[in-house]
């Protein structure tokens, strides 16, 4: 057995009884069958290796702990190692130089794929060892509790712990980064790749704590499964949620950050308990489905048009009517807006000015011309696509 350039403070016996203290600085052997039964401080000698290039020979025989700057991609050989059946195990101490981006390869076979930190000034410590006279070269990153960057294919078979640091996908500029279904992000940092990168989470991941995506979006997602629950979770202001409701069968939901709930879909409007008289924030489609069991329908209050050389264009279903320029009395001749279906009910706004509503003229269909002579004076059509077709007249004026 050879310990090279080792400093052993203390060999003790069994009983822990010190029989000697010594200091080798140059190698010593000790025949095969002496066992050593305890050691005490055991401290490697440093070979500071520099900046390392373009490419550098390491001649593995001469430390056991090696430091170096990386200042190139640099292809690096071993050279030295011990026979055949004696195990030799060595550190190589990495710190990128302040342009960082530097990547060593490796000229001998080494299995595990260490993981190098390619930041600026950053530091990768690695750990080598061989057993067959350099064959084959094992080894992986020392640190588990710094951070460990994952720039390649690898694989962690058993429990990794980030004690203080984090996990880093580096990924490439087209790669995948694989989270197998055992993978779980604990209460430090997953870094996920840069936007050109894909994650990809094999399996079914169980989180155990609420996800923030920082305001990005779900992409290409297929089908979201949610459980249903009680109630909406609390208000928060300037977000909204989206549920499942626990009744039979369940329905989805809409809660605004003042809590108000919104069915979604389902095809018919539900009573909401917590708003008797829900606002729509746009037009309902009821996708020829039918309106039941309704109490009042109410089109609002009236909004006032103004005629403009015999056209107004209506907005809404119930429209006050007043002449151009406020005077006496005024021809309505066509009324533009709307779409097929659509109900219109006019009035005069002053029974001082007469609105004539003109029979064929323009885009207005009446058995006869009709004059709104007073405020209650009432007349109603429906849309075709192309008229107004009169459906009720009202002369109510005192």
């Not at 917590?274 to 069991?293: A, I, W």
């Not at 403009?308 to 005024?330: F, K, L």
Request: aromatic share 8%; net charge negative; proline share 2%.
């Amino acid at each position: 057995m050879a310990i090279t350039h080792a400093k052993v403070a203390t060999i003790a016996d069994e009983a822990g009884a010190e029989v000697n203290k010594t200091e080798w600085n140059d190698d010593h052997t000790i025949g095969v069958g002496t066992d050593f039964l305890a050691l005490g401080i055991t401290t490697f000698t440093e070979s500071a290796l520099g900046s390392l290039g373009a490419s550098e020979t390491i001649d593995i025989s001469t430390a056991n702990f090696f430091s170096a700057t990386l200042d190139d991609d640099t292809s690096i050989t071993f050279s030295n190692p011990a026979s055949t059946g004696i195990f030799q195990k060595f550190i190589i101490h990495f710190t990128q130089d302040a342009g960082g981006g530097n990547t060593p390869t490796f000229v001998d076979t080494v299995t595990g794929s260490p993981a190098f930190d390619t930041g600026s000034n950053a530091v990768t410590t690695v750990v080598f060892y061989t057993f067959d006279g350099g064959t084959t070269y094992f080894a992986f990153n020392s640190d588990s509790a710094g951070d460990m960057v994952l720039t390649d294919v690898q694989t962690i078979t058993g429990a990794k712990t980030f004690n203080t640091g984090k996990l880093v996908l580096a990924g490439s500029t087209s790669g995948t980064s694989t989270l197998n279904p055992t993978a779980v992000a604990g209460t430090t940092t997953l870094t996920l790749p840069a936007v050109t990168d894909t994650l990809a989470v094999k399996g079914a991941n169980i989180f155990t704590a609420n996800q923030d995506l920082g305001g990005n979006d779900i992409d290409n997602g297929g089908v979201i499964f949610l459980t249903e629950q009680a109630e909406a979770d609390s208000d928060v202001a300037g977000k909204g949620q989206i549920w499942v409701d626990t009744q039979t069968p369940n329905k989805l939901f809409f809660t605004d950050d003042v809590g108000t709930d919104f069915e979604i879909g389902g095809g018919s409007l539900a009573n909401i308990v917590e708003d008797t008289s829900p606002q729509l924030g746009g037009t309902l489609d009821c996708q020829t489905n039918n309106l039941t069991n309704m109490g009042t329908l109410s089109m609002g209050d009236r909004t006032v048009l103004t005629i403009a050389s015999g056209v107004v264009t209506a907005t809404t279903s119930y429209h006050q009517i007043d002449t151009e320029s406020a005077g006496s009395s005024d021809d309505l001749d066509t009324i533009n807006g709307g779409t097929i279906g659509d109900i219109l009910i006019i009035t005069a706004t002053s029974s001082s000015r007469t609105i004539v509503i003109k029979d064929a003229t323009g885009n207005i269909q009446l058995n006869g011309d009709f004059s709104l002579t007073h405020t209650q004076d009432t007349a109603g059509f429906i849309y075709n696509g192309t008229n107004w077709l009169e459906i009720m007249r009202s002369n109510n004026g005192a």
